[in-house]
């Protein structure tokens, strides 16, 4: 402390600044994980959406004892699974509560649900986009949190997430 008294202000806003600083440090540390991990917000959603008519095809075929592999086969229709899904995806014209006007398709209970694009996906964090009539399906490997995306022109991209690793597969 000096003697003119000036130190004292000094430490009265040095304490505010650094918790401030601190504040935001701890901010960009949570948001940075889900820049980098998240990917497309709207390619994020339809998967999200996928993974709920997913669960509600499960839990529809658990409840009527369909687990044979005869049974598997068995088609399953929008009213079958209304009740398992939040009313955002049954009410409107178009099922499955689309994000870009992309076309939900239930499949057999042995198949993952499908969503064909309408329109080209493209997001601004993101460096390519999806053209118009890209398939996403989610991805049938056991113990993978991922997603398959099937061009057009037929190639496809497997992206898979396993102990927190990215690996993307070409077929």
Do not use: C
């Amino acid at each position: 402390m000096g003697s003119d008294g000036n130190s004292k202000p000094i430490r009265a806003w040095l304490l505010p600044v650094v918790i401030l600083i601190a504040i935001i440090g701890l901010l960009v540390a949570i948001a940075t994980p889900n820049f980098v991990h998240g990917g497309s917000t709207r390619l994020n959603a339809i998967i999200n959406n996928l993974r709920q008519i997913d669960a509600a095809k499960q839990q529809w075929a658990s409840d009527r004892g369909l687990t044979n592999a005869t049974q598997l086969n068995r088609v399953v229709t929008e009213r079958d699974l209304a009740p398992y899904l939040l009313p955002a995806y049954t009410q409107h014209e178009a099922f499955g509560n689309p994000v870009l006007g992309e076309l939900y398709l239930i499949r057999d209970l042995n198949q993952p649900p499908e969503a064909v694009l309408t329109k080209k996906l493209t997001e601004r964090h993101v460096d390519s986009s999806l053209p118009r009539g890209t398939i996403i399906r989610l991805d049938q490997e056991l113990q993978s949190d991922g997603y398959e995306l099937i061009s057009p022109d037929g190639t496809s991209k497997i992206f898979r997430w396993k102990h927190g690793a990215l690996t993307i597969t070409n077929r």
